[in-house]
């Protein structure tokens, strides 16, 4: 019996000596891979830098069209993907009576999310850059398509966990089917809406391969409606240029330390959203 004891000692003490381990491992190379790419790149992001475009004359590099661009597909892809991945997830959830094709939605749109973000690109310069040409309308619609399915998807899950109770008693007082899910279902999971849409912009930010296909790489400041029927870098395709085409790598350390703090805000901001919600149905 003593035995059996002693090696239950030692086995969890082996177990938890390898997950603290992983642990420290773990967080040592996140906080190693944000420490490396703000050490290298806050010194080199200047005013200058974030205030005007690039000139060759005056042999100036500025990163405010990129800034730009990134703003407005952001703008376009939010507009036309909230409505579309809510709408479907809403329809699935509450709608639609055969399961068998709810189920086969589900199952593409899990394969959709597992999709390589080039293999988007090459349907989106087929699609939709041969229709409107090389620019950000075409890289915004492909950025819908990949990011459609992970907003239905997070907006089923979300409308899953609104209580069946809640949707009885509405119809017993006599609500009609949309009046239920417009004051009743949305209104109980939309932090899980809002959250799903927040990681939907980090995840448009992050993106550039899709865009060196459709977007293009033009440097030039024009305004949202102009913008989005011309081409332009976003600031992952920029950096992206600036690293592998002129090898300015300070400007592109400075370009992943704005997109790193931005990813940053954007994560924070979905937990704060969630527990902003928690805290009022607390209440």
């Not at 200058?48 to 407005?72: A, C, F, H, K, W």
């Not at 991945?85 to 199952?107: M, P, W």
Request: aromatic share 8%; glycine share 10%; charged share 15%.
């Amino acid at each position: 019996m003593e035995q059996i004891k002693k090696k239950r000692k030692r086995y969890r003490l082996g177990m938890g000596i390898l997950m603290g381990a992983s642990l420290f491992l773990t967080a040592g190379l996140v906080l190693f891979f944000i420490g490396y790419i703000l050490g290298n790149g806050l010194p080199n992001i200047t005013w200058e830098l974030l205030t005007t475009g690039p000139s060759y004359l005056q042999e100036r590099i500025g990163i405010l069209p990129d800034i730009l661009n990134t703003v407005y597909i952001v703008m376009a892809t939010l507009i036309l993907v909230i409505p579309l991945g809510v709408g479907a997830a809403v329809y699935l959830t509450e709608y639609a009576t055969n399961k068998k094709i709810v189920s086969v939605i589900e199952f593409a749109a899990e394969i959709l999310t597992g999709i390589p973000s080039i293999i988007y690109g090459l349907v989106g310069m087929l699609l939709f850059s041969n229709h409107f040409g090389t620019c950000l309308m075409a890289g915004a619609l492909t950025l819908v398509i990949m990011n459609l399915p992970t907003v239905m998807r997070t907006t089923q899950e979300s409308l899953k966990t609104v209580p069946r109770s809640y949707r009885e008693g509405a119809f017993g007082l006599g609500a009609g089917k949309w009046r239920v899910v417009r004051t009743v279902v949305l209104p109980g999971c939309i932090d899980g809406v809002i959250t799903g849409c927040i990681l939907s912009v980090g995840r448009i930010l992050g993106e550039s391969a899709a865009l060196l296909f459709t977007a293009g790489f033009a440097h030039a400041i024009n305004d949202i409606l102009y913008g989005l029927s011309a081409p332009g870098a976003t600031l992952t395709v920029a950096l992206y240029v600036y690293a592998k085409e002129q090898g300015e790598f300070g400007i592109a350390f400075a370009i992943a330390a704005i997109l790193l703090i931005l990813t940053l805000i954007i994560c924070l901001a979905a937990e704060l959203v969630q527990n902003s919600f928690r805290k009022r149905r607390c209440i």
